[in-house]
Structures are given as C-alpha cells and as structure tokens.
C-alpha cells in the first residue's frame, strides 16, 4: 500500500493555533468549536506563508493555491493572474483578475449567462489589459488558459458560442475587446501562461473544482 503523503493543516481558529501534522492534532482543535477556521496544505513552507496570511485568502480554494510561493522558479512579481468560472458549457460565467503576490481582487465581472469557459479567460486578459492601461501600470498577466492566450495574442475570439438573446451582452464584449486589441500593440511578455504543475492553482481560480 502506498504510504500516503503527509499534510500540514493549518488553524486560523480553534482551541489552539498554528501548525498541526495530523488531521487527528487538528480535528482536537476545530471540532465542535463555533467558528472554527482551518485548511490542509502540502508543505510545511506553504502552511507557515498561510498562517501569516487571513483564512478568507484561502476560502474554497484548492491546497495548492500557495505553491507557488515555495516553488524553486516562481512567478514574475509584481503581476495580475486571471481566471474565469462556468457552471456549464454554456452556462453561468464570470471571471476575476488578483494580484498574485497578495490575493487583492482587482475586478471581477458576471455573472453572464450563457457563456463558456474560453470566453471568460479571453475577456478576463482584455479587461487586465484595459485595467493595467487606465492605472498607468506595466506589469505582466498570468493565465493558465492556452486558448485564451492564443486567442488574445491574434486579436480574435474563435469562440464556437452560439449568440443567443441571452448571452447577447457577451457578444458585445467580445468586440469592444477585439477592437482594443486591434488599437493597441502588446509587449512580447505582456501575457505568461501560468505554470499549473510547478504553482499550483491559478491565485484567481474560483475554488469550484
């Protein structure tokens, strides 16, 4: 039987806090206790980053969310990581742009009905683009959406979404943000694909998988 890997769990709030190596050490502190805050994470050095940080940064998101921070090439900083969310395809979308160094929502758009996926990470780079140019800043954008990246980089959404009356305002979007595209000439580095296997989650990931 293979031996199962070790996790460090972290209580933000309980009977004791800190850093417990068992989930039997941790459920003494949690269980039972009104309000208890707590995760698991996979390395000692992503659970000590978490402890300075609050619980709310770590919500429904996935352990690996922080493994960038541990990792032995990391992420240019400072940067902004996009994702999106669709419940279904198509289905209900939003998306959300974070600094990647500490969590900070940007902006955050949806839900819109009737979307998918792609269409939520290529509108989430634009509106990063859009938004770095308002704030007169110069910083790179994380996507872990190839598609997205591709799409973003030709100037052209080559969404298969059928226009419907109720994802009308999508269309829309995605022209204003072809347009811009088409006005504005990107840097070589503008946009990074995020590594997912050496980083972990993408810091905007939802926390719906």
């Known amino acids: 039987m293979a031996k199962q ?9 309980g009977r004791k806090t800190g850093i417990f190596t068992s989930w039997v050490e ?13 995760k698991a994470f996979e390395s000692r050095a992503e659970a000590q980053a978490a402890l300075k940080k609050k619980y ?12 960038w921070q541990t990792a032995s090439v990391q992420p240019v900083l400072p940067s902004l990581c996009v994702d999106a969310a669709c419940s279904g395809s198509p289905g209900k979308l939003e ?3 974070v600094m990647i160094a500490d969590g900070r929502e940007m902006f955050r758009a949806g839900p819109y009905a009737d979307g998918t996926n ?6 989430a780079i634009v509106h990063a683009l859009t938004w770095l140019a308002k704030h007169k800043l110069q910083m790179p954008i994380y996507s872990d959406s190839e598609n997205a990246i591709a799409w973003v ?9 059928k226009r419907t009356g109720r994802n009308a305002p999508l269309f829309v979007m995605i ?6 595209l088409a ?3 990107l840097e070589d580095d503008a946009i990074l694909k995020w590594d997912t296997d050496l980083w972990g989650e993408n810091p905007a990931d939802f926390g719906r998988k």
Do not use: H, I, M
């Open 118 to 123: 792609n269409v939520g990470e290529f509108l």
């Open 56 to 67: 709310e940064d770590f919500k429904g998101k996935s352990p690996t969310s922080g493994k």
């Open 183 to 185: 006005e504005n000439e």
């Open 153 to 161: 980089n030709t100037g052209e959404c080559k969404t298969k979404l």
């Open 26 to 38: 941790c459920e003494k502190q949690v269980k039972g206790f009104v309000g208890a805050r707590y």
């Open 95 to 97: 998306y959300r742009g």
């Open 175 to 180: 022209k204003s943000a072809e347009n811009w």
């Open 5 to 13: 890997k070790e996790k460090f769990y972290v209580v933000w709030k």
